[in-house]
């Protein structure tokens, strides 16, 4: 069974920095590539970053490049989300998903002083 | 950056009936289309890629039609479990985009 475990949300102040995780396990983790999506509360999903399954491909969305960096270990089987120079706008649920095919239940980032 | 459009914005409906939902593109994502499902409090689930295909498990009610800018997302019989917000997203060009979302409640 595909699993996606998503941890490393929490609250933090404008400007401060978080480093989110997804351990996958049920697949060949390092044969697909992976996504990072996040979702307002009660509002609609924006996917933020790509990255393809040996990390030679990467994409951000324009409302985080510059600020969060993506990268994966596929020894570990584990994707990771480096968030720095966080906005109250960044709060929201963070989502991994493989391919948006499978997805996590998600992490709640709080950016707030 | 491709923008989907989604309607209706709510859907109401009674448990049996048929749903309809659109999504269009604000230009062709060559079928590179998929709907999502999502319930309160849970991870989205994809039910539809490349515009017609059934995910893995996803139940023979559910169906995807369309190409180049116009898609249909069909329930044929709406059981209990389907009321939820229903989103498209194109996998055609980058950024990846996602429609605003279709909500379907029981009437």
């Known amino acids: 069974e595909v699993q996606l475990v998503e941890s490393g949300g929490g609250l933090v102040q404008p400007g401060g920095s978080l480093r989110l995780s997804c351990a996958a396990s049920?697949?060949?983790?390092?044969?697909?590539?992976m996504n990072w999506v996040r979702q307002v509360p009660g509002k609609g999903l924006e996917w933020i970053s790509y990255?393809?399954?040996?990390?030679?491909?990467?994409y951000y969305a324009d409302s985080v490049k510059g600020r969060f960096t993506i990268s994966r270990d596929n020894a570990k089987n584990s994707l990771y989300l480096q968030m720095n120079s966080l906005r109250d706008e960044d709060t929201a649920v963070y989502f991994c998903?493989?391919?948006?095919?499978?997805w996590g239940q998600g992490t709640l980032v709080t950016v707030s002083s | 950056e491709i923008v989907l459009t989604q309607s209706p914005a709510t859907l109401s409906l009674s448990p049996g009936e048929r749903a309809t939902l659109s999504c269009r593109a604000s230009q062709s994502v060559n079928n590179r289309l998929g709907w999502i499902q999502q319930n309160p409090g849970q991870a989205p689930r994809l039910l539809i890629y490349?515009?017609?295909y059934r995910a893995t498990g996803i139940p023979a009610r559910f169906s995807g039609s369309g190409s180049g800018t116009d898609f249909t997302l069909t329930i044929s019989s709406l059981e209990p479990e389907d009321f939820a917000v229903y989103y498209c997203q194109q996998g055609n060009n980058w950024p990846l985009t996602f429609g605003q979302g279709t909500k379907v409640e029981i009437k």
């Open positions: 049920g697949f060949t983790f390092s044969t697909y590539n």
């Open positions: 998903a493989r391919d948006l095919s499978y």
């Open positions: 990255i393809s399954s040996s990390s030679n491909i990467i």
């Open positions: 490349d515009a017609s």
